[in-house]
């Protein structure tokens, strides 16, 4: 598969780090369609719209992006709990032939206890994550049955239940994420696509492995690997870090009164592992690899994907390259000036990577 660029889809002006403004409204629509034409034009593939309990509403906000947009993918996040799987199933299915066949959807379990109740849903992880297995099963049975569809399951049961629409191409990419067990077992049976935050290369690896090890083991293709980073980039390495400790004083400052940052000062440690796993490695160091940079995750106590590549426009395309080799084919870049930054990418970074696999396809095709 070749490798393709994500962005993530942000609702208002009001975003982290320097490019911030204190003017949120939630949702702006002429923002997201500037924003989302940005992506489109600049050559991004994916775009993921995210999840959380006080958000606009997902599923809408992924229709007004593949309204407004000619060839960017969608990524849907979703949390089972929320809808029942047969109304989902068949809204999948009309939006992505809305976008003509551009939707894949991102199931998260969820992380956070809190988070979850806030929309009712009291379940602990372990039982979170066998409802997501579960729920892409009636899902992807839905989407393929040939008349009703009946079901008797741990955490749903329907009987008949038959959808008049189907995803153009038969079935709607799914992608699972994660850092524990639970979510390398979910992956590794159901995904097409799996989502990592950014780790060290080594770190990365071992999640790889262990996700292709459950596909192995269930005798399914391996998932496509999704990494995430928030690169922050200048024409010379000496302006790349003046401008990354410039947006982690304002990243500080914005965590300072958020009360996600309250309730861990309260609480201690983040329970979502791969939150942990981001702390723990920011405690080991700063920087690692060719230019990996972990203090932003301490300063939102990695509330998300928050580790930075930090360089030049050629550093930063040689770091995501290593992660290509590695076995990662989709690769996740915002910055924390959400616009601008993806405007900077698209035209000094993707070309980078795109002109050297294309280097290495015409050397392996001499070859």
């Known amino acids: ?14 975003a982290t780090g320097p490019g911030a403004s204190s003017n949120r409204t939630g949702f702006d629509p002429d923002y997201v369609r500037r924003y989302a034409r940005a992506l489109d034009d600049g050559g991004f593939d994916h775009t993921l719209v995210a999840y959380h309990s006080s958000s606009p509403d997902a599923l809408q906000l992924a229709q007004f992006v593949a309204t407004h947009t000619e060839r960017v993918r969608p990524i849907l996040a979703h949390r089972p709990g929320v809808i029942f799987p047969t109304h989902a199933a068949r809204a999948f299915a009309t939006l992505d032939r809305i976008s003509n066949g551009r939707l894949s959807v991102h199931i998260i379990s969820g992380g956070n206890d809190e988070e979850q109740r806030r929309e009712g849903d009291y379940l602990g992880k372990a039982e979170r994550y066998e409802r997501s297995d579960e729920y892409i099963q009636i899902l992807r049975k839905v989407w393929t049955a040939d008349g009703p569809v009946s079901h008797e399951g741990k955490h749903y049961t329907f009987e008949k239940f038959q959808s008049d629409v189907r995803p ?6 799914i992608s699972v994420g994660g850092s524990s067990q639970d979510a390398y077992r979910v992956g590794g049976q159901q995904g097409d696509i799996f989502g990592l935050w950014g780790e060290p290369l080594k770190e990365t690896a071992e999640q790889i492995a262990a996700v292709n090890a459950v596909a192995d083991a269930a005798g399914r293709p391996h998932p496509r690997i999704w990494v995430s980073f928030r690169p922050i980039i200048a024409p010379t390495a000496e ?3 003046e401008k990354a400790h410039r947006t982690l004083g ?3 400052e914005q965590a300072a009164g958020t009360e996600l940052l309250r309730h861990y000062r309260t609480t201690g440690r983040p329970a979502n592992v791969g939150s942990q796993r981001l702390l723990d490695i920011a405690e080991r160091g700063e920087v690692h690899d060719r230019c990996l940079w972990t203090a932003p995750a301490i300063a939102t106590n990695a509330a998300g994907a928050s580790t930075a590549l930090v360089g030049t426009p050629e550093t930063v395309a040689q770091a995501l390259l290593d992660y290509v080799d ?3 084919d989709l690769l996740s870049i915002r910055g924390y000036d959400p616009l601008n930054d993806a405007i900077d990418y698209a035209r000094h970074v993707l070309p980078l990577v795109r002109q050297e696999l294309a280097h290495r396809a015409s050397a392996a095709q001499a070859a």
């Open 1 to 14: 598969m070749p490798v393709e660029f994500i962005s993530a889809v942000h609702t208002d002006a009001g």
């Open 168 to 173: 153009v191409n038969g079935l709607v990419p």
């Open 239 to 241: 302006l790349a870090w």
């Open 250 to 252: 304002v990243l500080k």
């Open 326 to 328: 590695i076995g990662c």
